[in-house]
């Protein structure tokens, strides 16, 4: 089993700054069949967006979504056991509940609880 618990939401202005974090625990079997992490959206109303992936052996990163491109960055720090989501450049449409996936071939999918942005204008 693999629990993964984001952090770092809250209520921000538009252009300003976070930083998610999404930390990674659990049997280290489990943590060792990882191979990719990525961050998923889900704004009110609409469908889980995927955003960015990054691989868990190579850090290979790569974008889903044109609309956080050259904004959002994602990132890992394996002695830390945690994935990061930078996000610069707000928009009020960047207004959503963040979530953490971990995922591989050989185990289950794995989701946090998610964290909720809200961006003001």
């Known amino acids: 089993q693999v629990q993964l618990v984001e952090s770092g939401g809250g209520l921000v202005q538009t252009g300003e700054s976070l930083r998610l974090s999404c930390a990674v625990s659990?049997?280290?079997?489990?943590?060792?069949?990882?191979?990719?992490y990525r961050w998923y959206r889900q704004a009110p109303g609409k469908q889980r967006e995927l955003l960015q992936s990054i691989s868990s052996g190579s850090g290979m990163i790569t974008n889903h979504a044109d609309s956080v491109k050259d904004r959002f960055t994602i990132s890992r720090d394996s002695a830390k056991n945690t994935v990061y989501l930078q996000m610069n450049s707000l928009k009020t449409e960047d207004t959503a509940v963040y979530y953490c996936?971990?995922?591989?071939?050989?185990?289950?999918?794995?989701w946090g609880q998610g964290t909720q942005v809200t961006v003001s204008s």
């Open positions: 659990g049997a280290a079997a489990d943590i060792d069949h990882i191979e990719w």
């Open positions: 996936y971990a995922g591989g071939r050989m185990i289950r999918n794995y």
